[in-house]
T-cell receptor, first 108, second 113 residues
Framework: GQNIDQPTEMTATEGAIVQINCTYQ??????LFWYQQHAGEAPTFLSY????GLEEKGRFSSFLSRSKGYSYLLLKELQMKDSASYLC?????????FGQGTTLQVKP | KAGVTQTPRYLIKTRGQQVTLSCSPI?????VSWYQQTPGQGLQFLFE???????NKGNFPGRFSGRQFSNSRSEMNVSTLELGDSALYLC????????????FGPGTRLTVT
């Protein structure tokens, strides 16, 4: 079957670093995506990994290990505005499959 | 450049009715995907259209259908509405189906009573 797992909720402190993990089992693999979704808003694209390794984009980095079916999103220098839901998604054979999302709460 | 637009933004319907939702992709984008988002199930893929052809379909009953027009605008239709169809319906557009960056619209909030 196809399955994407990520923690439901996480809490972190402003200025800190947080890592959100995602494990997946899918039919075929054509890339892993991370999206950010603020409450009441549409998801916005954060990152894309198709090869193993780390992709860095400002305060956000995403890592992929295809052999382990594992990815993480690393958020540095947390800001209050980073409080949101973070969605891990895998493009299998054609369609994009989303995890349930991790709600991150950043506290002062 | 204008983003993805969806109409209507909010909709209230009664069980048994049908509904049509519309999505206009970013200018130049030819691929449109539809998703259903609910608190219990998260974001679930409905279908993907490219060049007026359905390329992929998720695991939803036949009551859910869609189409794409020659100008890349897309519509989805849900017939014989059920209470469980209450959800946020999101449309996303990309240049091509293989494009890694999808841009989501604001969604249509459908409430079935």
């Amino acid at each position: 079957g196809q399955n994407i797992d990520q923690p439901t909720e996480m809490t972190a402190t402003e200025g800190a670093i947080v890592q959100i993990n995602c494990t997946y089992q899918t039919s075929g693999f054509n890339g892993l995506f991370w999206y950010q979704q603020h409450a009441g808003e549409a998801p916005t694209f954060l990152s894309y990994n198709v090869l193993d390794g780390l992709e860095e984009k400002g305060r956000f980095s995403s890592f992929l290990s295809r052999s382990k079916g594992y990815s993480y999103l690393l958020l540095k220098e947390l800001q209050m505005k980073d409080s949101a839901s973070y969605l891990c998604a895998v493009r299998g054979t054609g369609k994009l499959i989303f995890g349930q999302g991790t709600t991150l709460q950043v506290k002062p | 450049k204008a983003g993805v637009t969806q109409t209507p933004r909010y909709l209230i319907k009664t069980r048994g009715q049908q509904v049509t939702l519309s999505c206009s992709p970013i200018s130049g984008h030819r691929s449109v995907s539809w998703y259903q988002q609910t608190p219990g199930q998260g974001l679930q893929f409905l279908f993907e259209y490219f060049s007026e052809t359905q390329r992929n379909k998720g695991n939803f009953p036949g009551r859910f259908s869609g189409r794409q027009f020659s100008n890349s605008r897309s519509e989805m239709n849900v017939s014989t509405l059920e209470l469980g169809d209450s959800a946020l319906y999101l449309c996303a557009s990309s240049l091509l189906p293989e494009s890694y960056e999808q841009y989501f619209g604001p969604g249509t909030r459908l409430t079935v009573t």
